[in-house]
């Protein structure tokens, strides 16, 4: 079967969410375990919290940009493959993870999972939450 190349149109029309995966391993390097069932992946990157540097003699307010603030990450997953029985054993142990993005892109990072269940409806999938609590900063990697 043929698989189709995003990257032959990248400039063009960008990259689609496809094949996009998160996964978790004991050192920074791999090997990661792949997570089945994810549909939604948070923002990536953090934001600096901002420092007021404004004195007496600034006619506005002056900021600096202080730390990243990026202290949980919540994936959305479905209920598939023994995932949930898996993220359930990791629970609470420092991991190492891996965001790939179909371009190329990647973020890896440290952090701890927690699993929980979302709210559940007649005639819906069954989801749950990924939270990580990350304990490192996002390294971004560019594609090759």
Known sequence: MNQFQFKL???EVGFSTIGTTLGYGATATG??????GIDQVPALGGTPEQIDVTNL???????IDGVKSQDQLTFSLFDQKGNITALKAIEGTNKHWKV?????HSFTFQGKATVNSQEAAVNGAIKWNLVITVSSALTFTGAA
């Open 9 to 11: 149109f990248a400039d």
């Open 31 to 36: 090997p990661f375990t792949s997570v089945a």
């Open 57 to 63: 003699s600034n006619g506005s307010r002056v900021n």
């Open 100 to 104: 790939s993005f179909p371009s190329g």
